[in-house]
């Protein structure tokens, strides 16, 4: 069935085509995990390394569906707060679903700036960490307010180059196979000590972070052109690309390097590059390593600013967030304010523990999200959309309990403290609306 169909009103540019759209997808998802989760993957589960990241994908598919019905449904800035506020109709709720977006997001973002001004970007010039994140962040944040074309044009270069550095990995292991080099047999084997099933869906865990990205999509929807046609398809067909690069990657690594090696690396693709003795200059794939945290990081924050603007606009922050440039039409105090909250969170927390953070909350986020499609199930609309069958949210569902259990208890700690903020924020907003609808009176 045809979802092509006339798109609502909006004060927000439709400047992405599909090929923008799927490069967006893409060079989200395709972000700074990979290149840095193999060594970690490679702890959990041993050589196997392929399998955690199949399953992996096979949770983000079972969500993606339930964002694929809704966004094309509802074709609105806000995402998950918006489904949210539709389905279980109590602004309590959907304000800490969409704060918990928002929190992932700029905690996303946080972490990304200090990963850049770590070991990649040492590899160039020694600087102050702290300082250079959030010279990082500035940049993002000016690029992001410029305009989301230009902001997507960016994107496009970046994705490119990072995934021509994973296909780079790919390639040299099956050069260096070819010589009669590395272990093929290691990518069946497991961690000995471990039962493959349990360790797999430890792993599994790690190698989530490394597909969420996709739920970023659903905060652009106002800006892509014909969106309830191209939507679907786009979004599963990035997944499907992310995971088989994925897959190849984890194959390569396991096949030049040992567990052991993986895990000792805080670069572990670069090492892997190294250890094929093909010559390629470490610099030249730090390179195509720091693009990758920088269009993360933007992207992210493309979609915590849009998310604050949404969210704006449905009445669950103040109103001043929904204020765009006139000329540019990008939300600048939205920008701002997510900018400054993501400058705060890097100077109060480590690249690992701000991972964990964003895994767990944006589980929040997926669990809301997969209630909601089925909630909303019995919300007609006029134009038609892509439908998911009921089984598929329920599976959803089901994964994100599961990835909740392997959660330490550290995490969940940390995630409790940003959750008990947004509450708190809640009703402070909440009872300045009041008081100031009292003065009104």
């Not at 700029?106 to 970007?121: E, K, Q």
């Not at 669990?367 to 599976?395: E, G, I």
Request: charged content about 10%.
């Amino acid at each position: 069935m045809s979802t092509s169909s006339p798109e609502p009103d909006t004060k927000l540019r439709r400047a992405i085509t599909g090929p923008l759209l799927l490069l967006f997808i893409l060079g989200d998802v395709l972000g700074a995990g990979v290149y840095a989760l193999a060594g970690k993957i490679a702890g959990e589960v041993g050589g196997a390394i392929w399998v955690p990241l199949v399953v992996a994908m096979g949770f983000a598919m079972l969500t993606a569906a339930s964002y694929a019905e809704l966004v094309t449904k509802y074709p609105k800035a806000g995402g998950a707060a918006v489904f949210a506020a539709r389905a279980f109709k109590h602004p309590l709720v959907s304000f800490l679903v969409g704060f918990s977006m928002l929190a992932a997001g700029v905690t996303s973002a946080a972490g990304l700036s200090l990963a850049f001004a770590g070991d990649y970007l040492g590899a160039f010039i020694h600087v102050s960490p702290t300082m250079t994140a959030l010279v990082f962040l500035t940049l993002v944040a000016l690029l992001n307010a410029r305009g989301i074309k230009e902001s997507l044009n960016a994107n496009l270069v970046m994705t490119l180059i990072e995934l021509s550095g994973l296909l780079l990995v790919v390639i040299l292991a099956v050069l260096y196979v070819s010589h009669g080099q590395g272990e093929p047999a290691r990518v069946l084997q497991f961690a000995e000590g471990t039962s493959p099933p349990l360790a797999v869906l430890g792993a599994a865990l790690l190698a989530f972070y490394s597909f969420v990205g996709f739920e970023v999509s659903a905060n652009i929807a106002e800006e892509v052109k014909d969106v309830r046609r191209i939507y679907p398809r786009t979004l599963f067909g990035a997944l499907l690309i992310a995971g088989v690069i994925y897959v190849l990657v984890g194959l390569a690594a396991s096949i030049v390097l040992s567990p052991a090696q993986l895990v000792e690396s805080s670069a572990p693709l670069l090492d892997v590059v190294r250890a094929t003795g093909y010559g390629i200059p470490p610099q030249l794939f730090a390179v195509a390593a720091l693009l990758a945290v920088s269009n993360g990081a933007l992207l992210t924050m493309i979609m915590a600013s849009r998310l604050a603007y949404g969210m704006a606009e449905e009445g669950l922050l103040p109103p001043v967030l929904g204020r765009v440039l006139p000329r540019r039409r990008t939300p600048w105090v939205a920008i701002i304010a997510t900018t400054l909250v993501a400058m705060a969170l890097t100077v109060t927390g480590t690249l690992s523990a701000l991972a964990e953070t964003v895994v767990l909350l944006l589980l929040f986020v997926f669990m809301s999200t997969n209630v909601a499609v089925l909630v909303l199930r019995r919300d007609k609309v006029d134009q038609p959309h892509f439908r998911t069958p009921t089984l598929v949210p329920l599976l959803a569902i089901v994964s994100c309990l599961v990835l909740l259990s392997q959660q330490s208890a550290e995490t969940w700690l940390r995630a409790g403290i940003l959750l008990g903020v947004g509450v708190v924020l809640y009703f402070v907003t909440r009872a300045h609306t009041t008081r100031e609808a009292a003065d009104v009176v």
